[in-house]
């Protein structure tokens, strides 16, 4: 069946370390993942998205991790800001007229 | 701002009533996405429309409908609404049709509460 899940639901880290959130999917059909970060009351915004021709993507400080082998994606956060706490979701198509949102993971930056 | 605007912002209603949540694409994209976010759910794709027609559909239920318009906004009707429709409801846009291989770009959402 299709799922997206996370491997940590919550994850704490220090202002100005790198942040890493992890994903793994089970539909080996995906050819396209997305990461999507929503801060509360507001809606998903895009961070950076990845097709399944590539193993890595790199956008302003995040990057993207594809391992089609172990189906797990990730997200690096360089240098996390307060600014960056949220709760991140990735997201894959299944192959499917559908994106798959993973349950999401929430990050929290500590002074 | 991601440039889709969704209207009301807040919804408090009672079992068994029917609403209307709109949204409005960007400028420019011809497809619209509705999702339903809840707590126990996560975010779930509910259906698309294209330039006016259905084009995807999802976990929606059959209490639930949407149409899109020729000026290319959309309308989400819930109706014999139940305390479990309690939820976010969130529209994205797409130019094409193909929304699952381009990047979606959300609206801010409409909180529906039904008492």
């Known amino acids: 069946g299709e799922s997206v899940g996370l491997h940590l639901p919550t994850l704490s880290v220090q202002e100005g370390d790198n942040s890493i959130i992890n994903c793994a999917y089970s539909?080996?059909?995906?050819?396209?993942f997305i990461w999507y970060k929503q801060e509360s009351g507001k809606g998903p915004q895009f961070i950076i998205d990845i097709r399944s021709n590539m193993d890595k993507r790199q956008g302003q400080r995040v990057t993207v991790l594809l391992n089609k082998t172990v189906k797990h994606l990730s997200l690096q956060i360089a240098a996390t800001q307060p600014g960056d706490s949220a709760v991140y979701f990735c997201?894959?198509?299944?192959?499917?007229?559908?994106?798959?949102f993973g349950q999401g993971t929430r990050l929290t930056i500590n002074p | 701002d991601s440039g889709v605007t969704q209207t009301p912002k807040h919804l408090i209603t009672a079992t068994g009533q029917r609403v209307t949540l709109r949204c409005s694409p960007r400028s420019g994209d011809l497809s619209v996405y509705w999702y339903q976010q809840s707590l126990d759910q996560g975010l779930q794709f509910l259906i698309q429309?294209?330039?006016?027609?259905?084009?995807a559909k999802g976990n929606i239920l059959e209490r639930f409908s949407a149409q899109q318009f020729p000026d290319l906004h959309s309308e989400l009707n819930l109706s014999s609404l139940e305390l479990g429709d309690s939820a976010l409801y969130f529209c994205?846009?797409?130019?094409?049709?193909?929304?699952?291989?381009?990047?979606?770009?959300f609206g801010p959402g409409t909180r529906l509460l039904v008492l």
């Open positions: 994205a846009s797409t130019v094409g049709a193909s929304g699952f291989q381009e990047t979606q770009y």
């Open positions: 539909n080996s059909a995906s050819d396209y």
């Open positions: 429309y294209y330039n006016g027609e259905e084009r």
């Open positions: 997201a894959e198509n299944g192959g499917a007229q559908k994106l798959v």
